[in-house]
């Protein structure tokens, strides 16, 4: 009788630690807030180039930031000069007095990357949703050419336009449009907070925005050997 | 040793009944919250972005259409004078009043269809946004259902504990600012 109910007890305590627990199993990993590094001092951390690149990639360290209007999603991303100097030298072989130099190249200005991905396309993002056939040619155009004018940034009561705008064609390949984009280094305070907004007249959601805190930007690790 | 066994049997059978409440709680509660709809729509920034927006374009067509307004009254009235003084009114002066006053109904016209328009697509663009933030909103804070109060009698009672407009307002501006 007594082992029963030292079976029972166990039992019902088990029970009830399971579901005094926190909700750790429970928690909606695919959300930003719960998915971020705490903000903490990077600059005394030194990490490989190849380290950098993808730690600059990852959401959690807050330079890629994302978006979902129900079934588009953007992504911003900030890309260092390093970033950059990364791109270009891809399928080179490593030299750093090349990197360097091609490191100084990229200083004038602060470099995005801007995706738009439609989350239940699968051919070309120009043509997901399409309601008349010349709406394909408009949205080329939009892209290539006019959206650069609901691109901007904004850092206290200035509004920056981008001084770079590229949009990359994915030609069918691709559910996503990817843009680059550069803003005037002269013109931009990199300490202070900033937001870049993007007024979407591509899927008509409004305007998206992305906001970097005091500092987000400068607060990278080091790379080494640089 | 029977008074041990009574407190133990005490002991574990609370400890049962408060996992069964626990259990109970954890996946048999419903997590429930309404929101006032006209609230948090009013306060949500993008609202007030937008319908300063709307209000802009639509005072810039309203100066448009006082100027030609305007040009159309001062015609009218100098043909009102010439025809009370007897004189006679040349034919192109008479046509040219009326293309203009056809171009002014016109323009009335489109610009109130474009207001229109320009207000439905705002309107589509809030409610767009404010549900996908809405429904972020409930996922993080893990509610399984937010109801939307609009005084419609959807909702006929509820006590104001369940009332979370404001931290929802909080959120969704937070959200569309773009902070994390």
């Known amino acids: ?226 | 040793m029977k008074m041990k066994t009574v407190i133990f049997t005490i002991v574990f059978s609370a400890i049962g009944c408060f996992a069964a409440l626990m259990t109970y709680n954890r996946f048999y509660t419903t997590k429930t919250a309404y929101v006032e709809i006209k609230k948090v729509f009013n306060g949500f920034l993008m609202k007030g972005e937008l319908e300063a927006k709307y209000n802009q374009v639509q005072n810039e067509r309203a100066k448009i259409l006082d100027s030609l307004s305007f040009g159309l009254k001062v015609l009218a009235k100098h043909l009102n004078d010439e025809k009370n003084a007897g004189n006679t009114i040349a034919k192109e002066v008479v046509e040219r009043f009326e293309y203009k006053r056809e171009n002014y109904l016109k323009l009335k016209g489109q610009y109130a269809e474009d207001n229109a328009a320009l207000s439905k697509k705002y309107d589509e663009q809030i409610l767009g946004q404010l549900t996908q933030l809405v429904m972020e909103y409930g996922k993080e804070k893990d509610y399984d259902i937010i109801l939307g109060a609009d005084g419609n009698g959807n909702l006929m009672y509820s006590k104001e504990s369940y009332n979370v407009s404001d931290e929802v307002i909080n959120f969704i501006n937070n959200k569309y600012k773009g902070l994390e």
């Open chain 1, 1 to 226: 009788m007594n082992n029963l109910l030292h079976i029972t007890a166990s039992v019902a305590f088990a029970i009830a630690l399971i579901s005094c627990a926190p909700e750790a199993s429970m928690e909606k990993v695919d959300l930003d807030n719960s998915s971020l590094a705490p903000v903490i001092d990077h600059s005394e951390e030194t990490v490989t180039l190849g380290e950098f690149v993808a730690w600059c990639a990852n959401r959690k360290n807050r330079l890629a930031k994302e978006k979902t209007i129900s079934d588009i999603r953007y992504n911003l991303t900030y890309l260092p000069t390093e970033t950059m100097a990364f791109i270009e030298l891809r399928n080179e072989k490593y030299d750093f007095e090349k990197f360097r130099k091609v490191c100084e190249g990229y200083t004038e200005m602060v470099y995005f990357k801007f995706r738009i991905e439609a989350l239940e396309g699968s051919g070309e993002l120009l043509k997901y949703d399409l309601r008349s056939s010349s709406e394909y040619e408009s949205r080329v155009r939009y892209l290539s050419f006019d959206m650069q004018m609901d691109l901007f940034l904004v850092q206290g009561s200035d509004t920056i336009s981008p001084g770079l705008y590229h949009f990359e064609r994915a030609y069918g390949v691709a559910p996503y449009a990817t843009v680059m984009l550069g803003f005037s280094r002269n013109q931009l305070n990199s300490r202070k907070e900033f937001t870049v907004v993007f007024n979407d007249r591509l899927f008509d959601k409004g305007f998206i925005k992305f906001n970097y805190a005091d500092g987000q930007i400068i607060n990278l690790p080091n790379i080494s050997g640089l």
